[in-house]
């Protein structure tokens, strides 16, 4: 037997998102339920910052964003901010500490954050539905017609409001996947191409045989492609390049094009070793580099030749090849380790067909999109939290001042 129910706003995706938009939609009494396939709510949240959430960063602006209209995230961004995100989570007592670079992380768990969204969703009677999979999404006369299947009962639900909040592709093993992007695609909203981001670069040959040697390996550069460049650390993997830096820039890179690395910032390795060869030139190249550099890596841009060579013996030729490995050394990655271990998806759908201040679909009326569903994706750090936050409130504050109290 099918069971019936309305409610002001349906929202699909239990994600940060979602579930931020569900506390302010039912804020002023509207009824909001908030549906989603997986067994918990937030899976994304409490895997995040090691299982300590980087719910936001203190240096969050426009700039910090990609889309194919940088434009778009100003509006949500501007109106809620991280600030007033900390303010919330210090109303709920939650501990924090400020890492590198304006990232904020729980002092205890990741945990700590689901249940903060949880709890301010039941102050205004949320409902959330977990274990829940959408059958059909269509529009009526009066606003939106659902039918779902949860614990084996099929319910037929209507509503004036559809929020999607069910996220990208990145993780699929949490249960990502593109049904965010189909729904558009059904009530007629463009795309945006979709790619993996913020994710490990791979290289095939010789260049996967260096990293495979030095599989563990961290350092300290500056990476760069084209006009655009993170100063982070690089880590050695035995597929490629990963650390914060590389997954930056993976969100820059495109296939065919190369990433160029410095592995010493701030030191100009040209002058150095030659100034060496001067001062130093008994001491072994090895020996010198391994005060700026981790001895492995040294061992791998030396190689055999040079490892117990003398820094006196080498020619302009030798030292500019090496300063240029150093602080230029430039790579062609071959792909990436794709949406398996992406943090986000880049792209997604076109802001062209939402409104800013809203998040509502121009053409549909009632049907929103916000989060990671939507072209709008953030650097490494804590900035895709803060535009589920700003995009959810965005969304739901709207909806809320529509909804007949």
């Known amino acids: 037997m099918t069971k019936s129910s309305h409610y002001d706003t349906l929202i699909i995706g239990a994600g940060a998102a979602g579930m931020q938009a569900a506390a302010f939609a039912a804020a002023r009494g509207g009824?909001?339920?908030?549906?989603?396939?997986?067994?918990?709510?937030?899976?994304k949240i409490r895997i995040s910052g090691g299982g300590r959430c980087?719910?936001?960063?203190?240096?969050?602006?426009?700039?910090?964003?990609?889309?194919?209209?940088?434009?778009f995230a100003k509006s949500a961004l501007k109106r809620y901010t991280q600030?007033?995100?900390?303010?919330?989570?210090?109303?709920?007592?939650?501990?924090?500490h400020e890492k590198t670079l304006g990232q904020l992380f729980c002092d205890n768990s990741a945990k700590d954050i689901i249940d903060?969204?949880?709890?301010?969703?039941?102050?205004?009677?949320?409902?959330?539905?977990?274990?829940?999979k959408v059958l059909s999404l269509s529009k009526s006369e009066t606003g939106f017609s659902i039918r779902v299947e949860r614990e084996g009962q099929e319910h037929a639900l209507t509503a004036a409001n559809v929020v999607v909040a069910?996220?990208?592709?990145?993780i699929p093993k949490m249960g990502a996947s593109g049904y965010g992007y189909q729904l558009a695609q059904q009530f007629g909203l463009a795309l945006t191409e979709t790619r993996p981001a913020l994710v490990p670069l791979t290289f095939t040959d010789t260049l996967l045989d260096e990293c495979k040697a030095l599989a563990g390996v961290a350092a300290d550069t500056v990476v760069h492609h084209g006009k655009t460049a993170f100063e982070e650390a690089i880590l050695f993997t035995h597929r490629g390049l990963s650390g914060p830096a590389v997954l930056q820039i993976s969100s820059y890179w495109r296939e065919s094009s190369a990433i160029e690395v410095n592995l010493a910032p701030g030191w100009n390795a040209e002058a150095a070793l030659k100034r060496w060869r001067v001062d130093a030139g008994k001491r072994n190249l090895s020996t010198l580099l391994a005060d700026i550099l981790p001895n492995r890596l040294v061992?791998?841009?030396?190689?055999?030749?040079?490892?117990?060579?003398?820094?006196?013996?080498?020619?302009?030729?030798?030292?500019?090849r090496l300063a240029e490995r150093i602080n230029r050394w430039e790579v062609m990655p071959t792909g990436s380790e794709g949406y398996r271990t992406a943090e986000v998806t880049l792209g997604g759908v076109d802001t062209a067909g939402l409104e800013s201040?809203?998040?509502?679909?121009?053409?549909?009326?009632g049907?929103?999109?916000?989060?990671?569903v939507v072209d709008v994706t953030g650097w490494l750090g804590g900035y895709n939290f803060q535009w589920a936050w700003s995009s959810g409130w965005a969304c739901g504050t709207a909806i809320a001042e529509k909804t007949p109290s």
Not at 54 to 71: C, D, R, V, Y
Not at 83 to 96: E, K, R
Not at 120 to 130: I, N, P, S
Not at 166 to 170: A, D, E, P, R
Request: hydrophobic share 40%; glycine share 8%; proline share 5%.
């Open 116 to 132: 903060m969204l949880l709890d301010e969703m039941a102050q205004v009677g949320a409902t959330l539905w977990l274990r829940t």
């Open 299 to 320: 061992q791998s841009i030396l190689g055999p030749q040079l490892a117990q060579a003398r820094v006196g013996d080498q020619s302009d030729k030798t030292l500019n």
């Open 83 to 96: 600030w007033d995100f900390l303010d919330l989570v210090v109303q709920h007592g939650i501990a924090y």
């Open 31 to 43: 009824s909001a339920l908030v549906i989603d396939h997986a067994k918990a709510p937030g899976e």
């Open 357 to 365: 201040k809203t998040m509502e679909a121009r053409t549909v009326p």
């Open 54 to 71: 980087n719910f936001t960063n203190m240096g969050a602006e426009p700039k910090n964003f990609l889309s194919q209209n940088p434009h």
């Open 166 to 170: 069910c996220g990208g592709k990145s």
């Open 367 to 372: 049907l929103y999109f916000i989060g990671e």
